[in-house]
C-alpha cells in the first residue's frame, strides 16, 4: 500500500512546474576589464517570453552583456543562468542575432544553407541531408519572407535580406533565449519593422525571451515590457515609463536629460554629448 509520502510524491511528479525557472538569472554580476567597471551587482531575471531592451551609450557594456549570455566572456563575480543552467558556450538553447554587417560580396553560400546551420553549425562537418532538417529550414525562410532568395549567393544579397537570414538562423533552433545585438542598425525602416515584427511574434507564440540591443528605443518600444539602461556602471531596471523619465536619465548620465514624447515616439535631448546615437527621431 501506498503511503501518504508516496502518494504526495506521486502527485508532484506529475504536476507541471507552475514555476519555470527564469530564462536570464545574473545575480551579483560584475564584468570589469582591468580597472575600468561596466557594471557591478547586477541582478536581473528575464522571464519566458518577455521582451528586454537594453540601452546605454556606445561603451556602456551592451554587447559585453551578451558575450557572457553566450559563453564568450567570463564575468568577473557573480553568476548567469540560462533556463536554471549555468551559461555554457555554444549552447543550442540560445539564438544570437548579430549587427548588420555586409558580408563578402564573393560568398557563394546559399540563402538556404545559411540558415541551415543555425541547426547544426556547432557540429564538425557538413549536415547530411533530411526530409525533416529541408522542411525546417524552409519554414524557417518562410517565417521570414526569404524563400525567394533561398538559393542565391548570400554575398549578393542587400542588407535587408542579409539581416532576415540572420534572424531565420538565430530562430530555427527554438531558442529559449534570444539575443540581438542592434539587430536593425543601417536597416532601413520598413526592414526594421519587418525584423522588429518577426521576433515579437516568435516570443509571444512559443515563450522565448529576448534581450534587444538597441540604440534607438523607438522602433521596438511597443513591444518592450523592461528595459535595462546602463551608462557608466550605473544602471535602472524597469518598464519603459519608469525608466525613460527625465529624472531618471538624468541620474544616469550624471547631467541634465529632458525626455520629450512625441506622440508615439521618444526625444531624449541633454545626452548626446555621452551617446549621439541616443533614442532619437528618424
Not at 507552475?18 to 561596466?38: E, Q
Not at 534607438?216 to 518600444?221: K, R
Request: proline share 6%; aromatic share 4%.
Amino acid at each position: 500500500m501506498a503511503t501518504v509520502d508516496d502518494s504526495m510524491a506521486t502527485t508532484r511528479e506529475l504536476r507541471p512546474d507552475r514555476h519555470p525557472p527564469p530564462a536570464v538569472r545574473l545575480r551579483g554580476a560584475r564584468l570589469a576589464y582591468g580597472a575600468r567597471t561596466l557594471w557591478d551587482g547586477l541582478d536581473l531575471d528575464v522571464a519566458p517570453g518577455e521582451f528586454l531592451a537594453v540601452l546605454g551609450p556606445n561603451g556602456s557594456g551592451k554587447t559585453s552583456l551578451l558575450r557572457a549570455l553566450l559563453g564568450q566572456t567570463p564575468l568577473s563575480s557573480g553568476d548567469i543562468e540560462l533556463s536554471g543552467q549555468p551559461v555554457r558556450r555554444g549552447s543550442r538553447t540560445v539564438g544570437y542575432i548579430p549587427q548588420q554587417q555586409a558580408l563578402d560580396p564573393t560568398l557563394t553560400l546559399r540563402g538556404r544553407d545559411m540558415v541551415g546551420l543555425g541547426l547544426d553549425g556547432h557540429r564538425w562537418g557538413f549536415a547530411l541531408p533530411s526530409r525533416s532538417r529541408r522542411r525546417r529550414v524552409r519554414e524557417a525562410l518562410d517565417a521570414v519572407g526569404a524563400l525567394d532568395y533561398a538559393d542565391a549567393p548570400v554575398g549578393r544579397l542587400s542588407g535587408g535580406e542579409q539581416q532576415r537570414l540572420r534572424v531565420a538562423q538565430a530562430l530555427i533552433g527554438d531558442p529559449d533565449v534570444l539575443l540581438c545585438d542592434e539587430p536593425l542598425l543601417s536597416l532601413d525602416l520598413a526592414h526594421q519593422r519587418a525584423v522588429s515584427e518577426l521576433i515579437d511574434e516568435r516570443r509571444h507564440a512559443t515563450g522565448t525571451a529576448v534581450l534587444f540591443v538597441t540604440h534607438d528605443i523607438n522602433p521596438v518600444l511597443p513591444m518592450v515590457d523592461r528595459m535595462l539602461y546602463i551608462v557608466d556602471g550605473r544602471f535602472r531596471i524597469g518598464t519603459p515609463d519608469e525608466v525613460m523619465t527625465s529624472a531618471v536619465l538624468s541620474e544616469l548620465y550624471a547631467t541634465e536629460v529632458d525626455v520629450i514624447r512625441v506622440r508615439d515616439r521618444l526625444l531624449v535631448v541633454g545626452a548626446h554629448d555621452h551617446d549621439h546615437h541616443l533614442a532619437q527621431p528618424s
